[in-house]
């Protein structure tokens, strides 16, 4: 079980979500798709048509940036970032 | 019985909710609400009170809010908001519009999305997307979107919709088949400047009363249709400057309706001469009149977008437009006198009117 850590402003969205949730998955996408079944609504928000992670957003592993297909391994800490834009 | 008048105003970072009772004289502001999403537009569900609001995050993707207690708790949903994997992405809403029981959101890349479920799932309206000009849209400096949806006020299987640079389409079997209805409408920045679509709408109304009337502030001019976007009748002269984005109706009175034209979509985009004004016609277009007392006459680099200006129901209707720099400017009889709600918001992007009797 990896150990997620959320952005402020995702968890906004969410009532009741807190910063640092305990998911299952093997890979980065098994994560998002274990979010999504506690938290109905939040892969929408994570992930864009077609099955990529947003393009303002960065996911990272264990400190390294990660993709859909990274491994997350059970004890690993998996951060979502979004960019640093906007004015 | 307390009548609530709540001002619905969508902003580049989150909504925000003037409330006045019907004296609209005193105004009370809340906000950011949708958290600080960048808000293209609200609207209000008559049957159910529902709020919804038309919302883009970069960071999130699109979605539409939606609140059933006028504003202060809220939900979303993009389910089904897309054109499929292959498909291009959607990254805002630009409207969002309740009819006959369902909720239509029109997006960018131009497109409608339908849900029949108060906004909690979408399908997308593949009927206009499949149109034989679709190949050939080109989007305008805002980008392709589908920013009006007219639904007809008594048929739910008709439906005008406003895409930039594209034109005015009509469905009338509910969605499945679309025609162009831009016939009279000027494209003057084409080689063919009366092209079957490429028009740049900016904005139509229907009128009161009159499915078959509707009225458009475009890029090239104003006109006026009598017979549900056919023909049009260009009804510009009069105004200062064919350039403008909003158009809104009279709640009652066919005949009558605002814009607040610009100087022009090359010399700023600003009220002419810095001198702000809303324009009233009483007369479906024959003339105007202009009403500016109470705004800034002088030093006013004000814009209005297409979106911005609403018109509530009460007797005398309320008129509110706000502006491109944070500004929201309200009047309580038709246009005649304004005041100003709040000086300061983000940039303003869309205004919607909302009467409660509570």
């Known amino acids: 079980m990896a150990t997620v850590v959320l952005p402020r402003s995702l968890v906004a969205l969410f009532p009741g979500l807190e910063r640092r949730c305990v998911v299952p998955g093997a890979t980065v996408a098994e994560v998002i798709a274990g979010l999504d079944a506690r938290v109905p609504g939040i892969g929408d928000r994570l992930m864009a048509a077609g099955g990529a992670i947003r393009e303002h957003l960065n996911v990272f592993v264990d400190g390294e940036r990660a993709g859909l297909t990274t491994p997350v391994a059970p004890d690993a800490v998996v951060h979502v970032i979004p960019a640093v834009s906007g004015g | ?358």
């Not at chain 2, 054109?83 to 369902?102: E, K, L, Q, R, S």
């Open chain 2, 1 to 358: 019985m307390a009548t609530r008048v709540l001002l619905l105003v969508g902003t580049r970072k989150g909504a925000f909710i003037a409330e006045s009772d019907a004296a609209r004289a005193a105004w009370t502001l809340r906000g950011p609400i949708c958290e600080g999403w960048p808000i293209h537009d609200m609207g209000v569900d008559a049957a159910s009170g529902a709020i919804y609001a038309a919302a883009g995050s970069p960071w999130y993707g699109p979605a539409v809010w939606r609140s059933d207690d006028l504003g202060v708790t809220w939900t979303h949903s993009s389910a089904g908001l897309t054109y499929g994997d292959g498909g291009p992405a959607i990254p805002t809403v630009w409207n969002v519009t309740a009819a006959h029981g369902a909720v239509f959101a029109g997006v960018e890349p131009a497109g409608l999305f339908r849900s029949d479920d108060r906004g909690a799932t979408w399908s997308h309206v593949a009927g206009l997307t499949e149109h034989p000009s679709r190949s050939a849209w080109q989007p305008g400096n805002g980008g392709l979107i589908l920013h009006t949806i007219v639904p007809h006020a008594t048929d739910p299987r008709r439906m005008w919709v406003g895409i930039s640079a594209v034109g005015t389409f009509e469905t009338r079997d509910g969605g499945a088949t679309w025609e162009t209805r831009n016939r009279g409408v000027r494209a003057d920045f084409m080689p063919d400047p009366n092209p079957e679509f490429g028009q740049c709408v900016h904005k139509l109304v229907g009128a009161a009363g009159e499915p078959e009337t509707l009225y458009q502030q475009n890029h090239c001019g104003v006109y006026r249709s009598s017979d549900g976007g056919a023909t049009w009748d260009e009804i510009t002269a009069g105004l200062p400057s064919e350039f403008g984005f909003p158009m809104v109706a009279h709640p009652r009175d066919p005949a009558t309706a605002w814009v607040v034209p610009l100087n022009g979509a090359d010399r700023g985009r600003f009220v002419p001469d810095a001198s702000a004004a809303a324009w009233r016609t009483r007369d479906r277009g024959a003339s105007w009149e202009r009403q500016a007392a109470g705004l800034p006459q002088e030093n006013a680099y004000l814009g209005v977008l297409r979106e911005a200006m609403a018109v509530d129901r009460l007797e005398p209707a309320g008129v509110t437009f706000g502006t491109s720099n944070g500004e929201l400017w309200t009047s309580a009889d038709e246009g005649a006198t304004w005041h100003q709600i709040a000086a300061h918001l983000p940039d303003i992007w869309s205004v919607e009117a909302l009467v409660v009797e509570a």
